[in-house]
């Protein structure tokens, strides 16, 4: 999702700014190591990031030993999108909806696996959530990715996954994954007869997560408010917003960077608190 996004983003505010914008992916650590380097690089505009949920607001609860401080070493832009989540199983499994999948699992205590993108990542918590409030107990197999973990759903090796909705949706309309739910409150566009976990015995559950744009802490502020603006107009774009949903993304976008960078700090609050909940460490 972060990749599909950033290169989208990319592409416009080249054709806008006349400069090139290269994206480049760092993966592990459900994306702290992004962020690590990011963080240490120049604050003069040039270097940018996407900033998400799990490095900005999950992996600092998580992980003991970052080498980045979430809450000092970035500059907010704006935020891009709201990622839904889709709770996903192989076309084999005989559950029609998220209860017959989740009395399965109740009926066969850790006996039923849950992959994820890592340990601690929003796919890992928004799962951990609902097992809890379901009262259901599976066993966590924590992946690098969300293609590996795909993979191994349709070639039997483990049983579902919660993963965004841009990862999973192509593999759902082929036929190769069957959705069973979305983490939204209402139901999304892209596949209105999938049941949000809301309907199916869970009112008031609304998970998700975020992509936004960051930079180095001590960017100068007015190219912070440009990138800002450059950034909230091609947004504003109604290809662009078709586009990004047709990938299952929701385009939400901040005012400004400050009100991005208060966004922020409740996100790494509330997450914070779930990880406390769960006791998640790096190390599980």
């Not at 993966?27 to 940018?48: H, M, Q, W």
């Not at 999950?58 to 070493?73: F, G």
């Not at 970035?74 to 499994?93: E, H, M, Q």
Request: glycine fraction near 8%; charge should be positive.
């Amino acid at each position: 999702a972060t990749d599909t996004v950033a290169r989208m983003l990319s592409e416009r505010l080249a054709q806008r700014m006349g400069q090139q914008f290269i994206v480049e992916n760092k993966p592990g650590a459900g994306g702290s190591i992004a962020a690590g380097l990011g963080a240490r690089a120049k604050p003069d505009g040039y270097t940018l990031m996407i900033g998400a949920s799990a490095p900005q607001a999950i992996n600092p609860h998580v992980y003991p030993n970052l080498n980045y401080d979430a809450r000092k070493d970035f500059a907010p832009i704006g935020l891009i999108t709201w990622l839904p989540y889709l709770f996903v199983v192989s076309p084999d499994n005989p559950a029609a909806n998220l209860k017959d999948f989740l009395a399965a699992a109740k009926a066969k205590p850790n006996q039923l696996t849950y992959a994820t993108t890592g340990i601690g990542t929003t796919s890992h918590l928004v799962t951990a959530v609902l097992l809890s409030k379901a009262g259901a107990a599976m066993v966590h197999v924590p992946y690098k990715g969300s293609s590996q973990a795909q993979t191994d759903i349709v070639g039997g090796r483990t049983t579902a996954t919660f993963d965004t909705m841009v990862s999973s949706l192509a593999m759902v309309k082929s036929g190769r994954l069957k959705a069973l739910a979305v983490s939204t409150p209402e139901r999304v566009a892209m596949l209105p007869d999938v049941a949000t976990v809301a309907e199916q015995g869970f009112p008031g559950f609304d998970m998700g997560a975020w992509l936004g744009l960051i930079a180095p802490a001590g960017i100068p502020p007015a190219i912070q408010d440009r990138l800002a603006r450059e950034m909230n107009t091609v947004l504003a774009d109604p290809t662009v917003r078709e586009r990004l949903g047709d990938l299952g993304a929701q385009v939400r976008t901040t005012p400004t960077p400050a009100a991005f960078g208060a966004m922020m700090k409740n996100e790494y609050e509330s997450w914070g608190a779930i990880v406390r909940d769960f006791n998640v460490k790096a190390t599980d």
